[in-house]
């Protein structure tokens, strides 16, 4: 479907438009697993992409982002590449496809993988892990319209390893990336990932950096609250989009999966409405 | 080549003997780039795979791991995985085969990324970004006799802007790292990536982690000292491996490519003897 809108970008206005067009601030997170899938669809050509397009037409109307990891198609090997970009070219252009590859290298070498998601994929957003500095970001920024998102603060339990570490300033290593990352890059260009997981973390984070979009994997499987985060990181323009995978796509795992999943959407969808009502202003 | 040895595993005792062997502490790095391999490889079926057959088959007598860089291939799509493993079937048994491809994200996502590179391609080592913490890290552990060589400080301009934060207790981040994986991996299983450029750093890195092997980038195009480099961070089992890429396989982009590759990575071989000689004991 992008094929029509080759020039399509969505910048932050259009997200915004989106959201408040589908009352919606959902991500439906693609991690299509070969184990998982319901075994009909074991019997198509491409399985993977089969079950992403069923879930996307199931949820479209609901969601404003789909955000595929990469590992599950890396884990396939060559044909995993191929259902991945059938899955990207399929993605709606009024949502925003988000490839969830947290890469990251020295400067020429994070040339080419921006090169891999932005160019030959086209993917308008990209995950990146912050570890190797500057150098290692900028090259994602150097195409334009496209978003880097920046791991901030993740949802898992090694979020505590290093991104709690506190420097001799008294701020934490996640907020020394949240400051250089606003050094590096305006709100049209960049997003963080913050875990949703941690709840009540999030409003000090939205001080930090008042007019960036959040990405905030966690809600669901991991157990996040989604009032709570809602009503603590919501600013003017919404500035976030809160992910949802295993809760919504193995919401069944028989031949009504979609409907399943479209069903799980909806009732996120209907939340997210409330909230926005609520607290978007 | 590694087909006939399916259950060869490289541990530490058995890379410090390739090493005295070789008389050789060097990796080739297989960043080959389609626009800087040598014209006439284009006309062939795959030139990434020729290109990269080559240079292993003129260097292999001097060089005891082989690291391509994942982001090369990734940029070229699903013909550019089918090179990666057509190249990772291809580096000898005795070499360590290195996929630089700095992965990390949640547990349950991590054990994909380590699925494709040490099961699927049968990949020796990987190279894991610790930003995401013990979870991210783990489940690249759990595959016995692989290695995960874990990034420390790297070689890069934005090594400094993060992993030079000092924290409370006046450790660097990338102090922390080093020490954090010790507590995760015996020298067995882990390895740390240290920039040869941080020439300065390398003797109190060495006392950190006194019996890590350590991959350092640097030398070459980034221009670090490689006597320096050994003198300083060397243990009674070498305990290094240096990476050189741009300066051998990039040496002559000519015909004449392998041959010259030969000459660098046999004049680099002879140094390393020298030193080997010197520092190693």
Redesign the interface.
Known sequence: MRGFFYFYLMNRAQLFEQIKKKQSYLCVGL?ADMEKIPRHLLKTDDPIFEFNKQIIDATREFAVAYKP?V??Y??L???G??SL?KTVDYIPSECLSIA?A??????N??T??A??FFK?MDFDAITV?????????KPFLAFEGKWVIL?AH??????????L????SGKF?YE??IF?GQRWATPDQMMFVVGATHEEKIDSIRRLAPDHFFLLPGVGAQGANLEVVSKEGMNQQCGMIINSARAIIYASTKEDFAEAARKEANKLQQSMSRLLDEYCR
Chains 1, 2 share one sequence.
């Open positions: 991690d990891n590992a599950f890396e884990s090997g060559a044909t590449w191929e970009q969830d947290k890469r990251g290298d020295i400067g070498t994070s080419l993988y090169r891999a030959n892990a912050p570890y190797m500095g500057e150098d290692s970001v791991l993740t949802s898992n339990p090694g979020s505590e390893d290093f991104q570490l506190e420097t001799r290593i020394e990336v250089a």
